[in-house]
Nanobody, 128 residues
Framework: QVQLTESGGGLVQAGGSLRLSCTASVRTFSSYAVAWFRQAPGKERDFVALISGNGGRTANADSVKDRFTASRDNVKKLVFLQMNSLKPEDTAVYYC?????????????????????WGQGTQVTVSS
């Protein structure tokens, strides 16, 4: 069983930055790919970013490319999402999710059902 906990959300002005963290309670954390998703009120849960178990491969949604970066520290069992140049449309609840399988195709890695383990989410609000 993998338990994930997000933190670092909050209120920020447009153009600002936030760093989200996702902690994991699993011994073999480096075996899991971790993705970030977000969900705005009344909308579907959308893929944001992905990082492989060893951190060597990443993928971003087009909407956040060049602004958001996923990274990880497997010793501390942490995954980060650095969010820069934030926009009001980035406002959402952000979730981290884990899978023992790294999917190289967006057909799979961008799909919420590809991940068995989820955190409870952290709210990010960007004011204009």
């Amino acid at each position: 069983q993998v338990q994930l906990t997000e933190s670092g959300g909050g209120l920020v002005q447009a153009g600002g930055s936030l760093r989200l963290s996702c902690t994991a309670s699993v011994r073999t954390f480096s075996s899991y790919a971790v993705a970030w998703f977000r969900q705005a009120p009344g909308k579907e849960r959308d893929f944001v970013a992905l990082i492989s178990g060893n951190g060597g491969r990443t993928a971003n949604a087009d909407s956040v490319k060049d602004r958001f970066t996923a990274s990880r520290d497997n010793v501390k069992k942490l995954v980060f999402l650095q969010m820069n140049s934030l926009k009001p449309e980035d406002t959402a609840v952000y979730y981290c999710a884990a899978s023992p399988t790294y999917y190289s195709s967006s057909t799979y890695y961008a799909r919420a059902t590809s991940y068995a383990y989820w955190g409870q989410g952290t709210q990010v609000t960007v004011s204009s």
